[in-house]
């Protein structure tokens, strides 16, 4: 069996898209929905898997495994959805927080700290040049939470943000969102974590191309 292909396809592609690989299969034979993603079988056997952003699936009775095309609309109308969402977006030396209405950032605030790199060498310098290194880590990381706190934890303790997206480096992100200021936000945040390089303020603004995205796998016959 031929390796799977992987495509991230927006909202607005996604009917199209899929109408296109039906016709290419011989039209739709089954599709199986469930809370976190829709497969759909084409006639030739080929199978496209669907894993749609903000899961879960709000299927309608009975829907979850069928095996009907018509259920295809409630994955459709799933990621079509508008959505007020926050992203935080952190690496060591800098951090973006913003709040999208679907693709427009409605407010935002990016910051960046100094924090040197890895120093390789031993001996005492070493170690006080590590001491430095935790220093501007640790108050990188809390001028993150900051950051997160003046920008998403009101919007996510009243209910304003339907999700919260995070981005960067996984580990910076666990610490920061250990801050009690913003359980909210730890709350509201989506396990789909997107790579994104340094956070600018041009990076935040790209990154609805990211978290609105549906991950499409694709299996050949």
Known sequence: MPPADRYAIPPERLSRWIDRWAARHGGIATTDIGPDA???TGADGAALRCEPPFPPLDLPPGAAGAHDGAHLDALLAH?????????????LGGHAAGIFQGRELRASKVGSRLVHGRHRAGGSSANRFRRRRENQARDALQAAAATAERILAAPAASGALDAVVLG???RALAEVLEDPRLRPVAALAVERVIDVPDPRHKVLESTPDLFLATDLIVQEP
């Not at 990621?79 to 690496?91: A, D, S």
């Open 168 to 170: 960067g480096d996984r």
């Open 79 to 91: 990621v079509e959805r508008p959505r007020t969402v926050g992203v935080l977006l952190v690496r």
């Open 38 to 40: 829709a497969t759909l």
